[in-house]
């Protein structure tokens, strides 16, 4: 006469399924800033001494490297956050850059601040963002109407899917000739994981 199987074999499978799709559910609907943020920075390193510091290309400051021209840290007006923040024309337009680590196959938005050189009356100033060489994101600030205690800085945010490289190479810079160009500040790289980020991925640009 044939035996019937315990139950308790399948209650713990069961158990072991019900407790791995909470696993699951909890990791997709976690907030990016918690469970998905690779990389953030205020330009607050190093604390300059003065109201505006220069760094030329080649050089280093923080986890940024100058690629192009010169850029400035500065404390001479309000910053989107802290205390500093990245004028992107020193002297000269300038680039900055900062190498991330990148999950293949994986989409990751850019969040930053934007506003511009309030110190040479109205002026119109641009940039752009690129990943690997690749432009994510072309913007424009008019500095009309602001001061260096009202600078007046909107959000902006991009996505990139990184494809093939283990590595990328994000970079800012000034398209703005003269002295006077865009401030960037509160830069912030997220990973989307699934429906995280899923808003605004379908416009993401493909880089390798």
Not at 38 to 62: K, M
Not at 79 to 105: I, M, W
């Amino acid at each position: 006469m044939a035996t019937k199987r315990p139950r308790t074999h399948r209650t713990a499978i069961g158990v072991a399924l019900a407790v791995g799709l909470s696993a699951l559910l909890t990791a997709l609907t976690a907030s990016p800033a918690a469970a998905a943020t690779v990389f953030a920075d205020g330009f607050e390193t190093p604390v300059i001494g003065g109201d505006f510091q220069e760094f030329a290309a080649g050089q280093q400051f923080g986890p940024w490297t100058v690629t192009t021209g010169t850029v400035g840290l500065t404390r001479d007006w309000q910053a989107a956050e802290g205390e500093q923040s990245l004028d992107l024309n020193g002297f000269s337009p300038g680039a900055v850059a900062r190498t991330l680590p990148t999950t293949l196959l994986t989409t990751y938005r850019v969040s930053y601040a934007l506003a511009g050189n309030p110190d040479n009356g109205p002026l119109v100033v641009t940039g752009k963002v690129t990943a690997n060489g690749h432009t994510v994101d072309t913007f424009s600030f008019d500095t009309a109407g602001h001061t260096p205690s009202a600078m007046g800085y909107v959000y902006r945010t991009v996505y990139f899917t990184n494809v093939l490289s283990a590595t990328t190479v994000l970079q800012f810079a000034s398209t703005t000739a003269g002295a006077f160009g865009p401030v960037i500040d509160d830069v912030r790289v997220e990973s989307c994981l699934l429906v995280i980020c899923s808003a605004g991925t379908a416009g993401a640009v493909r880089v390798a």
